[in-house]
Every structure is written in structure tokens, then in C-alpha cells.
């Protein structure tokens, strides 16, 4: 199994900025993506932002140019700088990470795992 742990949310004024910080732990042989989710009362989760273990990223394009996804490799842990926050940036925010884990025979399988979510709330 692979746990993700989120952790660095909070509230925050309008223009504000917060960092989120996920790890992930467990028997890993490697991950491909790792990403950031949000979802808000009564809406669906959506993307926020997601890198590849090669640093390629993409951005919903209402966070493009005040969020920042970054990764450390080595650590298994994933980033997200959130600058010039919003009130609609209020959500639960939740990582997320595939790749390749391995089962009770030490074979290796796909995983695709969440974090529990962490609450993210800008006020105005």
C-alpha cells in the first residue's frame, strides 16, 4: 500500500499564500504522477495541478500563474505554493499519486492512491 499524507493548509486572507506539502509512504517502486485536487461545498473535485516524476506540469486554469507544483523525487513528496489566494480557492484539497507499488508476492503493481484531504479557506 501507498499513504499519502498531507499536511500546511489553513485559512488565510484574500492575497495570502500557503504551501501544501504531500508525502507519500509504503512499498514504492516509483510514481508517475502526483498531482493536487480540490473540491469545494457542493462541487465536484477538480484539478488543480499535477507534475511528473520529469517535472512536466499542468494547471487548471484558474490557478495558472499564482500556484507552483513542485516535487523532490528523493523524498516522495509533492508541493503546491499557492500565491494571491482568493475566497473560490476555498476547498478541501486532496494529493494524489500513481505509479508502481508492490503486492504480497513482491510483484510489482499499479497503485493509485489519495490523501485523506486537507482544508484550504480564504476569507475575503
Known amino acids: 500500500q501507498v499513504h499519502l499524507v498531507e499536511s500546511g493548509g489553513g485559512l488565510v486572507q484574500a492575497g495570502g499564500s500557503l504551501r501544501l506539502s504531500c508525502a507519500a509512504s509504503?512499498?514504492?517502486?516509483?510514481?508517475?504522477?502526483m498531482g493536487w485536487y480540490r473540491q469545494a461545498p457542493g462541487k465536484q473535485r477538480e484539478l488543480v495541478a499535477r507534475i511528473t516524476s520529469g517535472g512536466n506540469t499542468n494547471y487548471a486554469d484558474s490557478v495558472k500563474g499564482r500556484f507552483t507544483i513542485s516535487r523532490d523525487n528523493a523524498r516522495n513528496t509533492v508541493y503546491l505554493q499557492m500565491n494571491s489566494l482568493k475566497p473560490e480557492d476555498t476547498a478541501v484539497y486532496y494529493c494524489?499519486?500513481?505509479?508502481?507499488?508492490?503486492?504480497?508476492?513482491?510483484?510489482?503493481?499499479?497503485?493509485?492512491?489519495w490523501g485523506q484531504g486537507i482544508q484550504v479557506t480564504v476569507s475575503s
Open positions: 494524489n499519486a500513481d505509479g508502481l507499488t508492490y503486492d504480497s508476492t513482491w510483484v510489482r503493481v499499479p497503485f493509485d492512491s
Open positions: 509504503g512499498s514504492i517502486f516509483s510514481i508517475n504522477f
